[in-house]
């Protein structure tokens, strides 16, 4: 089948698209936003109270923000185009003369005046295929009196020499200018560094294009927003040179990563000054600095993976490192801000092989970081308070490799629990033997504490949990431990589900029927099980017909008890919308949260998360009935097996002689037993 003509037609656009460079993609972009004000106009941002405009993307158009400042929109001609009086937008074309006339139409025109004073002017005017990088008018004017004179005051060696590095001895244009490339200059063919960003942004050595692509009869230029300088020299020798980075030239000497700042290359170091280490308490600074792995993976953390200019940072973004961590690399007016703080002192000292930022703080990354450390800056410092009143500091502190579970601040939001033995021993049974990653765990896994206690991990669609705990945030790896933050306390199990339920005056009538049917080996031997235990409440809460006849008949006593066990472990907070489990009876049970309280079958639950080492406990004050199973008809009087049901849980509990309701029933059964063998 041929391919219809319009299709095509779409699948060439979208390529050439596709083939646009980041800056020509802006600029059509500022094309389309302008084209109601006739042809070749573009809408400009311009930010509020200065000069700087910008070509932007959708995302920053309608965002109306540069670096969080606000923006007004104005429409302008777009490079290359001009006004004719009487006639709408900008329908002409600038007309074509040499560089030198260019420089004076497109807004350079002290460029074009200190090319005249260095005698360029005839090189510009003459035969050639040039390329300049103008700086605008604003970009001369900014430089210090005493730079511009040393410039000025010798024209025809260094005014010349300053010009001729703006130059290349090609036709050069954006589509051309590509990311993390050199050009050679038109002075002793020092290199020029050249970034083309995703944002559209061009910088040259860090310089900002502000109108590119204007064409001359003998070449191009792009008019920039700043005077650039030669390089020569790379970042490990701005370390070695600046006095301010004194002890960042000790630490990188320490950390063998000399070789890779003197290597050729695009990195950008957040360099942090003597200040910056001066700030941290001495204690951590010594720890890092005397444990290589952690002070090679400080200085990585402070080494970003590309060239990052500060004029190409309009807006957020993430940047990875080489330690593999990310910073968030954004801006705030004329600052530059790193993780969301504005602690950029010096900024765009370019290098040979990149750039160099100078910082006021000391990033410290988790991986150089003890797990106090990490906890103290998350949302579980209560819980090092706790394990600090225990005595347990040393474990957060030192090299033994282990990951804390600690629960998250809204856990203890009616305050601390009072710290005795026993809450000493539930916190070591939060610490586990060894450094892990969440990741990697895996549903089933057994975890070791340093209170002797194991604990089982559970992998849900929606949820990560050991025992009734839930992992509530990403988990941090510190550099000898690691970090998991839980969502409550864990209770490690203690015992079996019978055990459990013996050791709870709650379930005495359930352990007298589980007893009577006989599933108490069921719950006792290792499994995964979910049991949904009847209180002595929801036994009295029958009507007392149906409990006659259920208390009567064996079998239908087991098939009700195994309709409230799953042979799966399913915790509170692995349930979030409905969850149906197969009962050891064969029907369904349905799971799901209502107002933060777990019902089953509809009905709430009283207590969630009762662990046991094979299973996990739920407290129901109702009995639930199969869908499909009633209790068979009998007569007014219970059946045999009552009587051992009743004679079993009136050893366990005196509570059903005292109720109202089952003493009746008691009484009789009593009577019944004392019939047929003459009393206990």
Known sequence: MATPPLLLLALALALAAA?????????QHSRLRGRQHGPNVCAVQKLIGTNRKYFTNCKQWYQRKICGKSTVISYECCPGYEKVPGEKGCPAALPLSNIYETLGVVGS??????????????????????????????????????????????????LLNALRYHMVNKRVLTDDLKHGTTLNSMYQDLPIQIHH?????????????????????????????KVIATTTNSIQQIIETEESLETLRAAVAA?????????????????????????????????????????????????????????????????????????????????????????IANKDVLATNGVVHFVNELLIPDSAKTLFELAQESEVSKSTDLFRQAGLSSHLTGSEQVTLL??????????????DSNMKNLLLNHIVRDQLSSKYLYHGQKLQTLGDKELRVFVYRNNLCIENACIAAHDKRGRFGTLFSLDKMLTPPSGSVMDVLKADHRFSTLVAAIQSAGLTENLNRPGTFTVFAPTNEAFRAMPQGELNKLMGNAKELANILKFHVADEILVSGAVSALVRLKSMQGDKLEVSMK???????KEPVAESDI???NGVIYAVNSVLQPQASRPQERGDEPADPALEIFKQASALSKVSQRNPRLAPVYSRLLARMKENSGGF
């Open 19 to 27: 083939a646009k460079s980041p800056y020509q993609q802006v600029l």
């Open 255 to 343: 950390s063998d990563l000399t070789s890779l700042l003197e290597s050729e290359g695009q990195y950008t170091l957040l360099a942090p000054t003597n200040e910056a280490f001066e700030k941290i308490p001495r204690e951590t600074l010594n720890r890092i600095l005397g444990d290589p792995e952690a002070l090679r993976d400080l200085l990585n953390h402070h080494i970003l993976k590309s060239a990052m200019c500060a004029e190409a940072i309009i807006a957020g973004l993430t940047m990875e490192t080489l330690e593999g961590t990310t910073l968030d690399v954004g801006c705030s007016g004329e600052e530059l801000t790193l993780n969301g703080k504005p602690i």
């Open 109 to 158: 025109a002290t460029t074009q005046l200190y090319s005249d004073r260095s005698n360029l002017r005839p090189e510009i005017e003459g035969p050639g295929s040039f390329t300049i990088f103008a700086p605008s008018n604003e970009a001369w004017a900014s430089l210090s009196a005493e730079t511009l004179d040393s410039l000025v005051s010798n024209v025809n060696i260094e």
């Open 406 to 419: 600690a629960p998250v601040n809204d856990v203890f939001k009616d305050g601390l629990p009072v710290v």
């Open 197 to 225: 960003y995703p944002n559209g942004i061009v910088t040259v050595n860090c310089a900002r294009l502000l109108k590119a692509d204007h064409h001359a009869t003998n070449g191009v230029v792009h008019v920039i927003d």
């Open 611 to 613: 662990m046991a080492t």
């Open 595 to 601: 107002n933060n309280v777990i019902h089953v079958n």
